[in-house]
């Protein structure tokens, strides 16, 4: 998942699209890291660490402002979940990085309009 993060770091490097910070770090005990591709308004998906593994979960509940999204139907496909349902974690192995990251700035353009 190495290239993931390299992504991820990458985007920092580009211009924003919005005013958030590309990385947000939740709240413990369960907090995650939310990636706001862009800088853009609402993250596609946020990661986390449960049992060594690096998990993902799309943010398609408890995003206030675009809870329920259709626009979260393309990142809620690749994890094998259904965005008008619960948001599980799933391991980020096995994963393309380059599609994930490709993945998840199309969601982030599509719930950020």
Not at 30 to 50: D, E, H, N, Q, T
Request: some cysteine; charged content about 20%; proline content about 6%.
């Amino acid at each position: 998942m190495r290239r993931f993060l390299e992504l991820v770091d990458a985007n920092g490097q580009l211009q924003a699209q919005g005013t958030h910070a590309r990385l947000t770090f939740g709240k413990r005990p369960r907090g995650a890291v939310f990636v706001y591709p862009f800088g853009r308004r609402f993250p596609p998906f946020k990661l986390s660490i449960k049992d060594g593994q690096l998990m993902i979960a799309g943010c398609w509940k408890g995003n206030f402002g675009v809870t329920g999204d259709p626009g979260f139907a393309e990142i809620a496909s690749m994890l094998g979940q259904d965005e008008a349902a619960r948001a599980s974690a799933v391991p980020v192995a096995g994963l393309d990085p380059d599609e994930l990251w490709a993945v998840g700035d199309r969601v982030s353009r599509a719930i950020n309009q």
